[in-house]
């Protein structure tokens, strides 16, 4: 699709670890990766909940946006944590329902907030007929709710450096259409599990034929790693982080230590992933789950894919998100390698444009 210039847009990804941004020009024949750069937060800048020190973000934006000479000012951010909510849920379409009114009512039982306060959106995934609809079709319906708090505070903090966003997004979504423009080989019929173990939040979406089956986002990631160290050794943020990165090395006593951490963390992330993968064998007993693709800052501990493949004998590959991308020639491949695991749902973003959905 030819997207006019005036309706491309930035990729921004706020996350609570670090923000990425990425520049992808929509080109006649061919899409062209023009920017990409990512900034690490203060720890408790932002939270699952929201934006802590808005001054602080704003800064690191405006310093990522400056070193790259990025002009456009239209952008594609998304949201994730515990102020936005996506659910598959399914009804009957029965000829008199107000659908409005019914994805209301049923928002409103899984929605811990007050339906007044949040922007509910929704999507018509299939119609199905099954044994328990008598002969009604069953709508299957994504429906997101985001805090209007959570959205007001977004909109006004990239207004206040002069950007505007044209498309706000999900980072459950963001990541599936990343994976759905690079990956290759995926067969329409079979289900992929698609997770992103980021710092402060594990989001699984679950795929089939280009449709979710099941989302899920859970308050699990890296910083729990990062916050166990600080406890065994009594330091700050930045020495755990640089622990846990391998970066300062330890004596043989403390390492083991640290193993353990590791390893009792993941295992509580191997055991949120195969509860999804039961729900998901559960609910859709027929589908066949092809394989994981893994990405996020901390799908990159090392052993990870080796683990997950056999704790849940599915094959894992890591989502490699610029495969089909032309790249910039002053991009460096080095470069691209180190941020692809945490680049994914920018990428997502910035293939977005105005109107295309
Ligand atoms: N090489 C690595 N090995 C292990 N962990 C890593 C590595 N590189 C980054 N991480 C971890 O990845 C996490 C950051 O990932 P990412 O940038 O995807 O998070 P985020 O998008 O900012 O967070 P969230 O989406 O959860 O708000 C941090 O916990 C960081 O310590
Ligand atoms: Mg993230």
Not at 71 to 100: F, W
Not at 292 to 316: D, N, P, Q
Request: with cysteine; glycine share 6%.
């Amino acid at each position: 699709m030819i997207v006019h210039k005036k309706n491309q847009l930035l990729g921004l990804d706020i996350g609570t670890y670090s923000i990425k941004i990425v520049e992808i020009e929509h080109r006649k024949k061919d899409k062209i990766l023009k920017n990409i750069g990512i900034v690490h937060l203060r720890p408790g800048s932002l939270s699952p909940n929201g934006i802590k020190n808005p001054d602080y973000i704003k800064q690191a934006i405006t310093g990522l946006l400056e070193n790259l000479k990025i002009r456009n000012k239209k952008i594609a951010i998304s949201l994730s944590g515990t102020s936005v909510i996506a659910k598959k849920i399914s009804l009957l379409d029965k000829e008199d329902i107000n659908l409005e009114d019914a994805i209301k009512r049923e928002a409103e039982q899984f929605i811990p907030f007050d339906i007044e306060d949040v922007n509910l959106d929704y999507d018509i995934m299939a119609t199905n007929y099954d044994e328990s609809s008598e002969d009604m079709p069953r709508l299957e319906i994504m429906v997101v709710a985001a805090k209007k708090s959570l959205i007001n505070n977004y909109v006004n903090l990239l207004q206040d450096i002069g950007l505007t966003p044209g498309i706000i997004d999900v980072d459950l979504f963001a990541m599936q259409n990343a994976f759905e423009f690079s990956a290759e080989g995926i067969a329409p019929d079979k289900c992929y599990i698609l997770i992103d173990i980021g710092s402060e939040t594990i989001n699984t979406n679950v795929i089939k034929g280009g449709m979710s089956l099941f989302v899920r986002s859970s308050l699990l990631g890296g910083i729990q790693i990062s916050k166990q160290i600080m406890n065994e050794f009594q330091i700050e943020f930045e020495d755990a982080e640089k622990i846990k990165l391998g970066i300062m090395k330890l004596e043989e006593e403390q390492n083991k230590k640290i193993r353990n951490i590791f390893k009792d963390i993941v295992k509580e992330w191997i055991d949120e992933i195969n509860g999804n993968i039961e729900f998901i064998r559960r609910t859709y007993p027929g589908e066949e789950i092809e394989r994981i693709f893994i990405t996020g800052g901390s799908s990159r501990i090392l052993g990870l894919k080796e683990i997950l493949r056999a704790e849940t004998r599915i094959e894992v590959e890591y989502i490699y998100p610029f495969k089909g991308l032309n790249i910039d020639k002053k991009i460096d491949p080095a470069y691209l390698e180190y941020i692809s695991n945490q680049a994914t749902v920018a990428v997502g973003l910035a293939l977005r444009s105005i109107g295309d959905k």
